[in-house]
C-alpha cells in the first residue's frame, strides 16, 4: 500500500496542468479588468470626438423677451434652425432684471403662430441673420456606431468569454476533441518505486513493465512482448495513481495522466476525438505510458441498464478505447495503465486477452507494510523518541496509504497547535481517535446521561477482555466524539486473513456488551445501542448468508451480490421460505450473544462497576489503566488456530480472571 500522493517536497505536478506554471491569482484579475478599462477608454474617446461638449454658455428665453432684446438693439445676430433661433446679446443678458443666470448666447423657440414680421423687425435693427439646415447630412461613423456599437460590443464580449474558456480548457472551441490529458517531464518524475511502499506484490508485477521500457530489445529479440493493458484494481486510497506515476517514473518515460471523466462532453463524439488525439500524441513521444484513472467511468457494461446505441457518447467512447488498443502493437513502446476500483462493473470487452489481459490488485497494507508507510510519511515530520511507528502500525488495521498520510498529517496539527518540538506518541493517538471516530463535542451532559454512557462503553471494554477471541481493548473514553456519545476503541494483535466462527461472534457479544450492561444495571434499554446494533445485525446476516455458519441454512453462499434483471430491479437468489428461515438464524446468533454478555457481565459485575466508577474520574483509560483497575491479565499473543475440544469443535471462550502482577 502506498500513500496517494508523493511527501512534501517530492510531489509532482498533477493539477497544475503538466509542467505549465499556474498564473497567479492577481495575473488573473488584471486580465480580467485590463480589456474592461480598454473598452471605458474608447467609449469616452468617441464621446468626446463625435459628441464635444459646449464650451459656451448659454441661456433660454421667452420669444417675447427675444423680440423686445431685437426692439432695443441688444441683438446682435441669430441662426434659425427650423423653428429653433439661437443668437447672441450685445451684453451679457438674464432671462429676467433680477435674474442671476446671465450670457451672451441665448437660444428661443419661434411659435407656430407668430406672423410674417419677424424678418422685417431683424433687418429693421441691423441684426445678423443665419440659416442652418434642419435635417443636415448624418456622419456615416456615427450612423455606423448607433447601429452597429451594441451587436459589436455583444461580439468583442462573447469572443473575450470564448478566450477565457479557451485558456481554462486548453483550446475552446476548436480543440474539443483534444486530449485532456496532462503529461508529466520524465526528467523530474513525480514519483518512484521509493515512494511507494505496503504493496510490494504489485511493485514486483510492474516491474517488467519499467525494465521493457527501459530494455525493449531484451524481450523483442525473442520475440515476447508485454502486455498491452495494464488494470489496477483496488479501494480508494490504496496508492494506485501514485503506483503508476511511480512507475513512469522508474522508466523515466513521458506520462500522459487522465481521468476517464475528462473524455465525455456534452458534444456527441468528443469523447471518441479525445481518445483518438491521446493515443496519437502517446505514439509520438513513444515510448510512453497512458494512465486513464477511474476507468469504470467510461468502461461500464454495456449490457447493463438501458442503452441508448451508438448515439451514446460513453459507448462511443468505450468503442474507440477498444479500436485504438487493437491498432497498436506493443512493440511501439506504448503501455496503458488503468486504475479503478469497481472493476466487476467493467465491460468484459475491456479485459479480454490483447487488451487490459493483466490485472493487478493493490491491497490494503499488512502491519509491515502500513509501518513502511509510517516511514515515508513521516519523512519530513520530527518525531519524539517515545514514537514506534510498527505499535503504531499494529493499532491501524484496515487503514489505507491515503488514511495513514492523514494521520500523520493530523498528528502533526495537533502537536503544533500545542506548540511541541516534535510529534509524540500521544499525539497519534489522539488524531487516531479524531480520524476514526471525529473531533471532540463539547457539550454539556447530565450526570445520569453520563453514569450511563460509562456503565455502556465499560460494558464493551470489560467483554473484550473477558472474551479470549476477541480483540484487545486499547482505549475507552466517554467524552463525546462524532455522533457518539463514547467510544471503545479495540484493533487486533494483528492482521487477519481468515476469521474463524469464534471470532465473528466475539465480534458480537463485544459489540452487545453496552446494551447488555444497561440492562444489567438499569433494567432499561436506551437508544445508544443503534451503531452497535447496526453492526451485529450485518455480521449475523453473513455468517448466515455468506458464510454458512447456520446449521439449518446449511453452507451454501446465499449472498445478493447486487445482481439485477431487465427492469433494472434485484433479484434474491433464494425463495420467501429460505428468507423466512435466513431471519430467524440470524435472530437465533444475536440472541444467544446477547445472553453471553448478560451472563459474563453479570459474573464480573464489581470489575464493571469498577472500570465505570474510574471511567467517571478519569473519562478516558488506555490499555494499562483498564487491565489494573479490572484486574486482569492481558491476552496472550496468539497468532495460530483457534482452540478446539477433543471433538475437534471450536472452544467455547471462558472468561480470564487472572490478576496483574503488583507493580
Not at 515515508?376 to 488495521?397: F, M, N, W, Y
Not at 494483535?493 to 474463524?500: A, G, W
Request: aromatic residues 6%; hydrophobic residues 40%.
Amino acid at each position: 500500500m502506498a500513500q496517494t500522493k508523493p511527501p512534501s517536497g517530492l510531489r509532482g505536478g498533477a493539477g497544475a496542468g503538466g509542467n505549465q506554471p499556474r498564473k497567479p491569482a492577481q495575473w488573473r484579475s488584471v486580465q480580467f479588468l485590463l480589456p474592461l478599462g480598454v473598452f471605458l477608454a474608447l467609449n469616452v474617446l468617441f464621446a468626446n470626438v463625435f459628441f464635444p461638449p459646449s464650451q459656451t454658455k448659454s441661456i433660454t428665453v421667452p420669444y417675447n423677451v427675444f423680440i423686445s432684446d431685437v426692439k432695443s438693439g441688444d441683438v446682435t445676430s441669430i441662426t434659425s434652425t427650423g423653428d429653433t433661433i439661437q443668437g447672441t446679446f450685445r451684453h451679457e443678458t438674464g432671462v429676467s432684471a433680477t435674474s442671476k443666470n446671465k450670457a451672451k448666447d441665448f437660444s428661443t423657440q419661434l411659435p407656430s403662430f407668430a406672423g410674417g414680421q419677424l424678418e422685417t423687425l431683424l433687418q429693421q435693427h441691423n441684426v445678423t441673420i443665419n440659416a442652418n439646415n434642419p435635417n443636415p447630412p448624418a456622419n456615416v461613423l456615427v450612423v455606423i456606431l448607433e447601429s452597429f456599437g451594441p451587436t459589436l460590443l455583444f461580439l468583442l464580449i462573447f469572443l473575450w468569454f470564448m478566450r477565457r474558456t479557451a485558456a481554462a480548457a486548453g483550446g475552446g472551441l476548436f480543440s474539443l476533441g483534444r486530449s485532456q490529458a496532462r503529461l508529466y517531464d520524465p526528467e523530474r518524475p513525480a514519483a518512484t518505486f521509493q515512494d511507494v511502499a505496503g504493496i510490494e506484490e504489485a511493485k514486483e508485477e510492474l516491474e517488467e513493465i519499467v525494465d521493457f521500457l527501459r530494455q525493449p530489445a531484451k524481450y523483442q529479440r525473442l520475440g515476447g512482448t508485454v502486455p498491452k493493458g495494464v488494470l489496477l484494481v483496488g479501494l480508494p486510497g490504496t496508492g494506485k495513481t501514485l503506483l503508476a506515476r511511480a512507475v513512469a517514473g522508474e522508466a523515466g518515460v513521458p506520462f500522459f495522466s487522465i481521468s476517464a471523466s475528462e473524455f465525455i462532453e456534452m458534444v456527441v463524439g468528443v469523447g471518441a476525438s479525445r481518445v483518438r488525439d491521446l493515443f496519437a500524441k502517446a505514439r509520438e513521444a513513444a515510448p510512453a505510458i497512458i494512465f486513464v484513472d477511474e476507468l469504470d467511468a467510461i468502461g461500464r457494461s454495456r449490457s447493463a441498464g438501458p442503452s441508448f446505441g451508438g448515439h451514446d457518447e460513453r459507448e462511443q467512447t468505450l468503442n474507440q478505447i477498444l479500436t485504438e488498443m487493437d491498432g497498436f502493437d506493443s512493440r511501439e513502446g506504448v503501455i496503458v495503465l488503468a486504475a479503478t476500483n469497481r472493476a466487476d462493473v467493467l465491460d468484459s470487452a475491456l479485459l479480454r486477452p490483447g487488451r487490459f489481459d493483466r490485472r493487478v490488485s493493490v491491497l490494503p497494507p499488512d502491519r509491515v507494510g502500513r509501518a513502511a508507510i509510517l516511514k515515508i510519511h513521516t519523512r519530513g515530520v520530527p518525531l519524539g523518541d517515545d514514537i514506534d511507528l510498527d505499535k503504531l502500525a499494529s493499532q491501524t488495521p484496515g487503514l489505507v496509504g491515503a488514511e495513514l498520510r492523514n494521520l500523520v498529517n493530523e498528528a502533526a496539527l495537533l502537536a503544533a497547535r500545542k506548540e511541541r518540538a516534535a510529534v509524540t506518541m500521544n499525539d497519534f493517538t489522539e488524531a487516531l481517535e479524531k480520524v476514526l471516530l471525529g473531533a471532540a463535542r463539547r457539550i454539556v451532559l447530565s450526570e445520569e446521561d453520563r453514569q450511563r454512557t460509562a456503565y455502556h462503553e465499560s460494558g464493551h471494554a470489560l467483554l473484550g477482555l473477558l472474551i479470549p477471541a476477541a480483540d484487545p481493548v486499547r482505549r475507552v473514553s466517554i467524552v463525546p466524539r462524532g455522533r457518539a456519545l463514547g467510544v471503545t476503541v479495540q484493533s487486533p494483535v494483528d492482521d487477519r486473513q481468515n476469521y474463524p466462527e469464534t471470532y465473528l461472534r466475539a465480534r458480537i457479544v463485544g459489540a452487545l456488551g453496552g446494551r447488555a450492561a444497561e440492562k444489567l444495571i438499569y433494567d432499561v434499554v436506551t437508544t445508544g445501542a443503534e451503531s452497535d446494533l447496526q453492526q451485529v445485525t450485518q455480521i449475523a446476516r453473513q455468517m448466515v448468508v455468506r458464510w454458512g455458519m447456520s446449521p439449518k441454512v446449511g453452507p451454501l453462499n446465499l449472498a445478493d451480490d447486487g445482481e439485477q434483471g431487465q427492469m433494472m430491479i434485484s433479484q434474491r437468489p433464494y425463495s420467501e421460505t429460505t428468507a423466512e428461515v435466513i431471519d430467524s438464524e440470524v435472530r437465533r446468533i444475536v440472541e444467544e450473544c446477547f445472553e453471553e454478555a448478560l451472563r459474563l457481565l453479570d459474573a464480573n459485575r464489581e470489575k464493571l462497576v469498577a472500570l465505570t466508577t474510574a471511567l467517571l474520574r478519569e473519562e478516558s483509560l488506555n490499555e494499562e489503566e483498564i487491565l489494573q483497575v479490572t484486574g486482569l491479565m492481558p491476552k496472550p499473543v496468539s497468532l495460530g488456530p483457534p482452540p478446539r475440544d477433543l471433538n475437534g469443535r471450536l472452544a467455547e471462550p471462558q472468561p480470564s480472571t487472572s490478576p496483574v502482577p503488583a507493580a
